[in-house]
Nanobody
Framework: QVQLVESGGGLVQAGDSLRLSCAAS????????MGWFRQAPGKEREIVAA????????HYADSVKGRFTISRDNAKNTVYLQMNSLKPEDTADYYC??????????????????????WGQGTQVTVSS
């Protein structure tokens, strides 16, 4: 069992930056692929970024490429999402998630919501124009 706790959300202006953190419990964090998702009111949850357990593989949604960076520190059981040049359309609840099944490949990560096994409670990000 893994527990995930997000932090770092808040209210910012367009063009500002935020760094989200996701702290994980458990000794097997380093073997989990991790993802950041977001869900805006009235919309489905969508993937923002994903990272393999080794950090060798990363993925970004087209809407955040060049602005967001996902990273992880396995020694600290933490995954990060650095968000720069924030836009009002980035406003959403942001969730981190862990996948326990991608450990066989150092570069693999899932993209679908249903592929992830553990979820945090979310942190709210609001970007004003």
């Amino acid at each position: 069992q893994v527990q995930l706790v997000e932090s770092g959300g808040g209210l910012v202006q367009a063009g500002d930056s935020l760094r989200l953190s996701c702290a994980a419990s458990g000794r097997t964090f380093s073997r989990y692929a991790m993802g950041w998702f977001r869900q805006a009111p009235g919309k489905e949850r969508e993937i923002v970024a994903a990272i393999s357990w080794s950090g060798r593989g990363t993925h970004y949604a087209d809407s955040v490429k060049g602005r967001f960076t996902i990273s992880r520190d396995n020694a600290k059981n933490t995954v990060y999402l650095q968000m720069n040049s924030l836009k009002p359309e980035d406003t959403a609840d942001y969730y981190c998630a862990a996948d326990r099944d991608s450990y066989l490949s150092s570069g693999a990560y899932p993209l679908l919501v249903d592929a992830y096994d553990y979820w945090g409670q979310g942190t709210q990000v609001t970007v004003s124009s």
